[in-house]
């Protein structure tokens, strides 16, 4: 009999005993949503976690995005990375902005504030950077641009829940920070998101933003959408809070089993860890080398046909879409790091329980998938 496939992710569940006294009061109290006091709890302690002043919980991570950029002029830029997953560039096309793609550092594949620099116009409203694989971008460097050309800088930190740079969240950086609570995320609701904010009054508007506007009941000063959180998820978002520091550390296990049985392996490059990060191991990147003796796209191939499904996490990069390849900023010769990388980049499963018989496995898989 064949093995079972091993995934790239497979999400995290707590003990269903620990969840079920919060679904009991669900069903007694019959608040659903609308700012219940689940809600309301997991938003105190995400701000209580973090140590930030301002946290609205959102229906998912596209809401989340959604929220800050519906604060942007209309018809505006947002300076972007092209290296990052669909919602990011979408969120800024759906509202009637335009996605303007800089190139990203070699190393840790965060937008470099010299290319977002080279990339804003009278018409620039805000820098909207990834935290690619929770990875922290040039914060100190994105906030000095931000600053001198007036811009609202935004992060898609939707990879860096629980990710401490300096010894402070990472989430902290920035005007606003946006958070994905998927299923395939470090710490999952099942669906979720939430919007970081820098100061009370902003969250106040995202707030009003994610309620369609609403300040009162008969005051909607605002353009919004129905972005919020149920308290089915909240509930799920208490009891794995608990958990996740456990998650992290098993998460990190599997890191560096990796790290230590990877190192030396021939064509295989591993992305470099930063100094100062305390990292939610979420992803574990490779990159295939140039002068591999099969592509990437040969080795996932390979790979997955052996049963171990990884992931060109991120291939396409969003600006070679059809829909955006068009744009200026699309030009291949304004992003050649951010192409080099989409072309060579793996993602290998990393998830807490996964044994060490199917890591080997995943070791085995990619060396023979390179002869």
């Keep these: 009999m064949s093995q079972p496939p091993i995934y790239v992710t497979r999400p995290y569940l707590p003990p269903l005993e620990e969840v079920m006294p919060y679904l009991e009061g669900i069903w007694e109290r019959k608040i659903l949503t609308n700012n219940g006091p689940l809600h309301q709890e997991l938003e105190k302690n995400l701000k209580d976690y973090f140590g930030v002043p301002g946290v609205s919980l959102m229906n998912n991570g596209t809401s989340a995005l959604i929220g800050p950029l519906l604060t942007l002029p209309k018809h505006s830029h947002v300076v972007t990375s092209p290296f990052t997953f669909a919602a990011t560039t979408h969120s800024i096309e759906m509202l009637d902005l335009q996605p303007v793609f800089a190139d990203i550092d070699p190393l840790y594949y965060g937008l470099t504030p010299e290319a977002v620099e080279a990339a804003i116009t009278p018409e620039t409203s805000a820098i909207l950077a990834v935290h690619t694989y929770g990875t922290p971008c040039d914060v100190d460097g994105l906030a000095e641009v931000a600053k001198k050309h007036n811009l609202v800088l935004i992060y898609d930190a939707s990879h860096a829940f629980g990710v401490k740079y300096n010894g402070r969240s990472l989430l902290s950086?920035?005007?606003?920070?946006?958070?994905?609570?998927?299923?395939?995320?470090?710490?999952?609701?099942?669906?979720?998101?939430?919007?970081?904010?820098?100061?009370?009054?902003?969250?106040?508007?995202?707030?009003?933003?994610?309620?369609?506007?609403?300040?009162?009941?008969?005051?909607?000063?605002?353009?919004?959408?129905?972005?919020?959180?149920?308290?089915?998820?909240?509930?799920?978002?208490?009891?794995?809070?608990?958990?996740?520091?456990?998650?992290?550390?098993?998460?990190?296990?599997?890191?560096?089993?990796?790290?230590?049985?990877?190192?030396?392996?021939?064509?295989?490059?591993?992305?470099?860890?930063?100094?100062?990060?305390?990292?939610?191991?979420?992803?574990?990147?490779?990159?295939?080398?140039?002068?591999?003796?099969?592509?990437?796209?040969?080795?996932?191939?390979?790979?997955?046909?052996?049963?171990?499904?990884?992931?060109?996490?991120?291939?396409?990069?969003?600006?070679?879409?059809?829909?955006?390849?068009?744009?200026?900023?699309?030009?291949?010769?304004?992003?050649?790091?951010?192409?080099?990388?989409?072309?060579?980049?793996?993602?290998?499963?990393?998830?807490?329980?996964?044994?060490?018989?199917?890591?080997?496995?995943?070791?085995?898989?990619?060396?023979?998938?390179?002869?």
């Design 173 to 371: 950086y920035g005007d606003m920070a946006t958070l994905s609570f998927h299923a395939t995320k470090s710490f999952n609701t099942f669906e979720g998101g939430a919007v970081v904010s820098s100061t009370t009054e902003m969250e106040t508007q995202i707030n009003m933003i994610k309620n369609f506007g609403i300040r009162g009941e008969n005051e909607i000063p605002l353009v919004g959408f129905n972005g919020k959180m149920s308290e089915l998820n909240a509930a799920v978002g208490l009891v794995q809070l608990e958990h996740f520091e456990k998650v992290r550390s098993m998460r990190k296990e599997v890191h560096d089993w990796y790290m230590q049985e990877l190192s030396g392996l021939n064509y295989v490059n591993i992305c470099p860890q930063m100094e100062g990060v305390e990292s939610n191991f979420s992803y574990f990147p490779i990159l295939i080398s140039e002068d591999a003796p099969k592509n990437r796209d040969q080795v996932f191939d390979a790979m997955s046909e052996m049963g171990v499904m990884s992931r060109r996490y991120f291939s396409p990069i969003m600006s070679d879409l059809e829909m955006y390849r068009s744009l200026p900023s699309a030009d291949p010769e304004n992003l050649p790091v951010a192409r080099d990388i989409g072309a060579r980049v793996l993602c290998l499963p990393i998830y807490p329980g996964l044994v060490e018989e199917d890591r080997v496995r995943v070791l085995e898989a990619l060396t023979a998938s390179m002869q």
